[in-house]
């Protein structure tokens, strides 16, 4: 059984970019959900998905968006960085839904200059 | 909105001296409550949560509705249980609310 990972560990982009990240649930798993941690702050949830589906959003906007796969693996892409989306961003996977176990990733640490 | 406070960023600890670590959440409807951890270097992982009502490593959390508090509670602390702990709330089954966190230092 692997775990959660997350590609890639870090990377640096500057204002305007676009980025997108990756995540590979745990095996067995059909539901992630995609988290940005701010220095010193806990994990503020961005948005999941369900067997490809988006199944529940917060309060980020629509340049924050994201793909399921049919593996369950997915990506989130931000549009139109800002200096604010400076950040780690993590994924979770669980066998169903954000009530069950949540299995965590490393993490990607984004910075925008 | 839904919301968890966490007042303490950090807790100091002497080893084998009893923990707290507060939580208190606003909501209205009933509400599932969590604690995760994160060891140094380590991913974060869930602790326990109150529909188990299990106790994982010495720890414990009661859900008081009345007071809307979930705090966490270990009555012998162990050097191992220094680690950044969150709580956190979910309504549904789509998306999970944490608080900020609270940094547990257990002192020799």
């Known amino acids: 059984e692997t775990g959660v990972t997350q590609s890639p560990t870090h990377l640096i982009k500057t204002r305007g970019q676009q980025v997108t990240l990756r995540c590979s649930s745990q095996?067995?798993?059909?539901?992630v959900s995609w988290y940005q941690q701010a220095l010193g702050q806990g994990p503020q949830f961005i948005f999941q998905?369900?067997?490809?589906?988006?199944?529940g959003r917060g309060n980020f906007p629509p340049r924050f968006s994201g793909l399921q796969f049919p593996n369950y693996s997915s990506e989130l892409n931000v549009n139109a960085l800002e200096l604010d989306d400076s950040a780690l961003y993590l994924c979770?996977?669980?066998?169903?839904?954000?009530?069950?176990?949540?299995?965590f990733g490393p993490g990607t640490r984004l910075t925008v200059l | 909105a839904q919301r968890v406070t966490q007042p303490e960023k950090l807790l100091s600890v002497f080893k084998g001296a009893p923990v707290e670590l507060k939580c208190n959440y606003s909501?209205?409807?009933?509400?599932?409550l969590f604690w995760y951890v994160q060891y140094s270097r380590q991913r974060l992982q869930l602790l326990l949560r109150?529909?188990s009502r299990e106790s994982i490593k010495g720890f414990t959390a009661d859900l008081n509705k009345g007071e809307t508090s979930f705090h966490l509670k270990k009555p012998f602390a162990q050097e191992e249980d220094s680690a950044m702990y969150y709580c956190?709330?979910?309504?549904?089954?789509?998306?999970?609310?944490f608080g900020k966190g609270t940094r547990l230092h257990i002192l020799p």
């Open positions: 109150h529909i």
């Open positions: 095996s067995g798993h059909n539901t």
């Open positions: 998905y369900y067997r490809e589906e988006e199944n």
């Open positions: 909501y209205s409807g009933s509400p599932e």
């Open positions: 956190a709330l979910s309504e549904r089954d789509d998306k999970i609310i």
């Open positions: 979770a996977s669980s066998f169903r839904l954000a009530t069950d176990t949540q299995y």
